[in-house]
Nanobody
């Protein structure tokens, strides 16, 4: 059982950067989990931002491909989402999920607001 905690959100100006972190509250290794970042804006559906497979593969939504980077720490206990050149349309609550087999765990989300 994982209890995922996201951190790193906040208010940033357009063109700025943020790094989001996702980790289990008990520091469980995420080595064997597929970990993904999703986001949801008010009135919008939740959408995939980026994913990190247990084997090292990564994938990105089209809007994230050139600006966001998903990575893991060497201990595989934290998954990061580096977000650069942020735009107002990136404003959303960002969630991480971890998947292993039939089990899926969601975090509570962290708010990202991009505004002048």
């Amino acid at each position: 059982q994982l209890h995922l905690v996201e951190s790193g959100g906040g208010l940033v100006q357009p063109g700025g950067s943020l790094r989001l972190s996702c980790a289990d509250s008990k520091a469980t290794s995420l080595r064997f989990y597929t970990v993904k970042w999703y986001r949801q804006s008010p009135g919008e559906q939740r959408e995939l931002v980026a994913g990190s497979g247990s084997g090292g593969s990564t994938n990105y939504a089209h809007f994230a491909r050139d600006r966001f980077t998903i990575s893991r720490d060497p201990a595989n206990k934290t998954v990061y989402l580096q977000m650069d050149n942020l735009k107002p349309e990136d404003t959303a609550t960002y969630y991480c999920i971890a998947v292993l087999g039939a089990s899926t765990y969601w975090g509570q989300g962290t708010q990202v607001t991009v505004s002048p």
